[in-house]
């Protein structure tokens, strides 16, 4: 089993930065990928970033040059920092931690970011 654990969430205003970080703990020397997802009201979850244990990264192309997703040297925390906080960004945002062969994803509780206008 793997813990996620999310934090940092919080409310700022537009065009402000946050940093949300991202612990996992447990079974994690089989982690394949660890990902930044959100769900604003009435909408689907979506794939926000996400980082490899080789160091690939991939984003949205909506935080394309706002949002950067990075991780520590243990491979155990990630974190997202998020420039450029536009009101659309508001929504709970949701980490995860995936395993492959057989694939497992471990969802974290959620954090909330709000950005007023």
């Known amino acids: 089993q793997v813990q996620v654990v999310e934090s940092g969430g919080g409310l700022v205003q537009a065009g402000g930065s946050l940093r949300l970080s991202c612990a996992a703990s447990g079974s994690i020397v089989s982690i394949y990928s660890m990902e930044w997802h959100r769900q604003a009201p009435g909408k689907q979850r979506e794939l926000v970033a996400g980082?490899?244990?080789?160091?690939?990264?991939t984003y949205a192309d909506s935080v394309k040059g706002r949002f950067a997703i990075s991780r520590d040297n243990a491979e155990t925390t990630v974190y997202l920092q998020m420039n450029s906080l536009k009101p659309e960004d508001t929504a709970v945002y949701y980490c995860n931690a995936v395993k492959r062969f057989p694939r497992r994803v471990y969802w974290g509780q959620g954090t909330q970011v709000t950005v007023s206008s």
């Open positions: 980082i490899t244990n080789g160091g690939t990264t």
